[in-house]
T-cell receptor
Framework: EDQVTQSPEALRLQEGESSSLNCSYT??????LFWYRQDPGKGPEFLFT???AGEEKEKERLKATLTKKESFLHITAPKPEDSATYLC?????????FGAGTTVTVRA | DAMVIQNPRYQVTQFGKPVTLSCSQT?????MYWYQQKSSQAPKLLFH???????NEADTPDNFQSRRPNTSFCFLDIRSPGLGDAAMYLC????????????FGPGTRLTVL
């Protein structure tokens, strides 16, 4: 069975303090690794898809990277509006298996 | 803007009283999904449709049913809600085939009294 583990569970940052979130996974046949952002009381919002080890994608202050066993989401110089829960998911065939997420709080 | 819409956003029901949640989409995606997400937990897939073909996850309770009358709409029926069914219910869509991201609606927060 596919497993996705995210760490840390929670991360408190000062504005401008860069950090990284980890997503480790075990899957029989990886078809894609997805990062989503989820604000309280809302549905997940798609950020990135990564397909193969070594791939990187960037969007504003976020950068996602992928190895054969894990993915990192780097947040560079975060702002308070980056506060959210970041979910990682792996796709095996049709199904997305999600991690429990990392809740990031950025203080001004 | 193309989107996934869920109604209602908040639903309160009584223990054992049937409830229906709805999802509609303007993305014209042929795959639709229903997830259950409890507080501080990962979204858990309940079932999905490829067009009209229904696919149930093995561990989805029989208490949960779904209908998809056309491409745009999908419904989640909870026949006899228990206290443990209180959660956020998320609808998502994607294109069929390949490695396509899923697009989520805003969710329906279900409270069971």
């Amino acid at each position: 069975e596919d497993q996705v583990t995210q760490s840390p569970e929670a991360l408190r940052l000062q504005e401008g303090e860069s950090s990284s979130l980890n997503c480790s996974y075990t899957v029989s046949g990886l078809r894609g690794l997805f990062w989503y952002r989820q604000d309280p009381g809302k549905g997940p919002e798609f950020l990135f898809t990564l397909y193969s080890a070594g791939e990187e994608k960037e969007k504003e202050r976020l950068k996602a990277t992928l190895t054969k066993k894990e993915s990192f989401l780097h947040i560079t110089a975060p702002k308070p509006e980056d506060s959210a829960t970041y979910l990682c998911a792996v796709q095996d065939d049709y199904k997305l298996s999600f991690g429990a997420g990392t809740t990031v709080t950025v203080r001004a | 803007d193309a989107m996934v819409i869920q109604n209602p956003r908040y639903q309160v029901t009584q223990f054992g009283k049937p409830v229906t949640l709805s999802c509609s989409q303007t993305l014209n995606h042929n795959v639709m999904y229903w997830y259950q997400q409890k507080s501080s937990q990962a979204p858990k897939l309940l079932f999905h449709y490829y067009d009209k073909d229904f696919n149930n996850e093995a561990d989805t309770p029989d208490n949960f049913q779904s209908r998809r009358p056309n491409t745009s709409f999908c419904f989640l029926d909870i026949r006899s809600p228990g206290l443990g069914d209180a959660a956020m219910y998320l609808c998502a869509t994607s294109r069929q085939g390949g490695y396509n991201e899923q697009f989520f609606g805003p969710g329906t927060r279900l409270t069971v009294l």
